[in-house]
């Protein structure tokens, strides 16, 4: 539309395969044909939409949280200290059963917040910023450990778990920071 432009692309800590670039309005008129619900309710109808999206940064977090699990067990397979496989020490055991416990406590409630928004159920409110908070946490810190797990090479570029912990960081600040994740909860305590 004429007076729509865009800024300079923004350097990111993370999700880099994600353009973001300011967006500017300078004399935009919009038909009233493309109004979404009615005059006056914009702000409502984007605190309702959300509650499902939420759910949608929820998923993404589970999937970069369970790429840096898969990733993390087949490296401690492998590598090998004092004759025998990483994995095999109880310490990495206990971090590797700690990762999936949180992961898939992650995923439950995931799939419970996306089965409110399917169906449109009147405690979406509180699992979709429940399960966003929750599986963003999660994230971030199962990303942390798998680095942690891999020593000084989980640090570098030359494997993906640096970049998976950058990514994973993002899951706890857009749609709402998980601070304010948890003022939506309180408010709608189910």
Do not use: W
């Amino acid at each position: 539309d004429e007076g729509v432009s865009f800024g300079a692309p923004e350097r990111k800590l993370g999700i880099k395969g994600s353009p973001t670039r300011e967006v500017y309005f300078d004399g935009v008129r919009i038909p009233a044909d493309r109004m979404i619900g009615a005059e006056g309710t914009g702000f409502a109808t984007a605190m309702r939409t959300l509650d499902h999206t939420r759910v949608t940064i929820a998923a993404q977090a589970l999937g970069i949280a369970q790429g840096a699990l898969d990733y993390a067990k087949g490296y401690v397979r492998e590598r090998r200290q004092f004759g025998k496989p990483i994995g095999d020490f109880q310490g990495v055991q206990f971090m590797l059963a700690d990762m999936a416990m949180k992961l898939e406590a992650a995923r439950q409630l995931t799939y419970a917040a996306a089965a409110r928004s399917q169906r449109g159920d009147g405690d979406l409110t509180f699992f979709g910023a429940a399960a966003k908070c929750f599986a963003s946490d999660a994230a971030m810190e199962i990303t942390t450990d798998a680095v942690q797990l891999l020593g000084g090479y989980g640090y570098t570029r030359d494997y993906p778990l640096e970049r998976m912990m950058r990514d994973a960081k993002i899951t706890q600040i857009y749609e709402g920071t998980n601070q304010i994740q948890r003022i939506v909860m309180a408010r709608n305590l189910p």
